[in-house]
Protein backbone atom coordinates (compact mmCIF):
# COMPACT_ATOMS: atom_id res chain seq x y z
CA UNK A 1 0.00 0.00 0.00
CA UNK A 2 1.49 3.61 -0.71
CA UNK A 3 -0.31 6.72 0.65
CA UNK A 4 0.63 9.62 -1.45
CA UNK A 5 0.40 12.68 0.79
CA UNK A 6 2.24 11.41 4.15
CA UNK A 7 1.63 14.49 6.54
CA UNK A 8 -0.86 17.49 6.24
CA UNK A 9 -0.78 20.06 8.42
CA UNK A 10 -5.04 20.78 9.13
CA UNK A 11 -7.08 22.33 11.87
CA UNK A 12 -9.86 20.76 14.13
CA UNK A 13 -12.58 22.08 11.96
CA UNK A 14 -10.73 21.27 8.53
CA UNK A 15 -10.82 17.57 7.02
CA UNK A 16 -7.95 16.23 5.37
CA UNK A 17 -7.85 13.74 2.64
CA UNK A 18 -5.22 11.27 1.37
CA UNK A 19 -5.14 9.24 -2.18
CA UNK A 20 -3.82 5.19 -1.74
CA UNK A 21 -3.04 2.85 -4.24
CA UNK A 22 -2.74 -0.96 -3.29
CA UNK A 23 -1.14 -3.63 -6.55
CA UNK A 24 -2.32 -6.94 -6.35
CA UNK A 25 -3.06 -6.85 -2.62
CA UNK A 26 -5.77 -7.87 -0.87
CA UNK A 27 -8.01 -5.56 1.13
CA UNK A 28 -6.53 -2.85 2.96
CA UNK A 29 -7.88 -2.00 6.39
CA UNK A 30 -7.14 1.47 8.42
CA UNK A 31 -6.65 2.45 11.95
CA UNK A 32 -5.28 5.62 13.48
CA UNK A 33 -4.88 7.04 17.17
CA UNK A 34 -6.89 10.00 17.23
CA UNK A 35 -10.33 10.79 18.49
CA UNK A 36 -11.73 12.07 15.07
CA UNK A 37 -13.23 9.78 12.53
CA UNK A 38 -11.98 8.22 9.42
CA UNK A 39 -13.75 7.71 5.76
CA UNK A 40 -12.40 5.49 3.65
CA UNK A 41 -13.57 5.00 -0.46
CA UNK A 42 -11.95 1.91 -1.84
CA UNK A 43 -12.23 1.50 -5.34
CA UNK A 44 -12.15 -1.57 -7.54
CA UNK A 45 -9.16 -0.63 -9.53
CA UNK A 46 -6.69 -0.57 -6.39
CA UNK A 47 -7.13 2.82 -5.52
CA UNK A 48 -8.91 5.05 -3.14
CA UNK A 49 -8.80 7.86 -0.82
CA UNK A 50 -9.55 8.10 3.17
CA UNK A 51 -10.33 11.31 5.28
CA UNK A 52 -9.48 11.79 8.29
CA UNK A 53 -12.15 15.08 10.25
CA UNK A 54 -10.46 15.67 13.65
CA UNK A 55 -12.01 16.64 16.56
CA UNK A 56 -11.20 19.54 19.11
CA UNK A 57 -9.79 16.40 21.22
CA UNK A 58 -6.93 16.15 18.41
CA UNK A 59 -6.04 20.15 18.79
CA UNK A 60 -2.59 20.28 19.35
CA UNK A 61 -1.24 16.38 18.65
CA UNK A 62 0.00 14.41 15.85
CA UNK A 63 -2.41 11.36 14.53
CA UNK A 64 -0.84 8.46 12.88
CA UNK A 65 -2.69 6.32 10.31
CA UNK A 66 -2.03 3.16 9.36
CA UNK A 67 -2.96 1.60 6.37
CA UNK A 68 -2.17 -2.27 6.46
CA UNK A 69 -2.27 -5.37 3.71
CA UNK A 70 -2.12 -9.14 5.15
CA UNK A 71 -0.12 -11.15 4.07
CA UNK A 72 -2.02 -12.63 1.44
CA UNK A 73 -0.30 -15.86 0.95
CA UNK A 74 0.21 -17.19 4.45
CA UNK A 75 3.86 -18.89 4.65
CA UNK A 76 4.67 -17.71 0.64
CA UNK A 77 6.85 -15.43 -0.65
CA UNK A 78 4.36 -12.25 -0.09
CA UNK A 79 4.44 -10.37 2.55
CA UNK A 80 2.15 -7.65 4.47
CA UNK A 81 2.83 -4.28 3.78
CA UNK A 82 1.90 -1.09 5.95
CA UNK A 83 2.33 2.40 5.65
CA UNK A 84 1.56 5.67 7.38
CA UNK A 85 0.75 9.09 6.97
CA UNK A 86 0.34 11.68 9.67
CA UNK A 87 -2.37 14.11 10.77
CA UNK A 88 -0.77 17.64 12.52
CA UNK A 89 -3.81 19.04 13.71
CA UNK A 90 -3.16 22.87 14.83
CA UNK A 91 -4.01 24.17 18.07
CA UNK A 92 -4.54 27.76 16.60
CA UNK A 93 -7.51 28.77 14.38
CA UNK A 94 -4.86 31.79 13.33
CA UNK A 95 -2.91 28.75 10.56
CA UNK A 96 -5.79 27.46 9.54
CA UNK A 97 -7.14 27.38 5.60
CA UNK A 98 -2.68 28.61 5.05
CA UNK A 99 -3.53 31.83 5.44
CA UNK A 100 -2.20 33.68 9.20
CA UNK A 101 -4.88 35.96 10.52
CA UNK A 102 -3.08 38.77 12.58
CA UNK A 103 -5.49 39.99 15.68
CA UNK A 104 -5.19 43.31 16.87
CA UNK A 105 -6.37 43.67 20.48
CA UNK A 106 -6.89 47.75 21.53
Given amino acids: VIITEENVT????VAA??????????????SHNG?????????????GTFTYSPTATDEGNVVLITATIADPDGTGPCASAVDTATVTVSSSSRNCFGVQIQINQN
Fill in 10 to 13: TCAA
Fill in 35 to 47: SGVLSITQLPNGT
Fill in 17 to 30: TFNYSVENGPTTTF
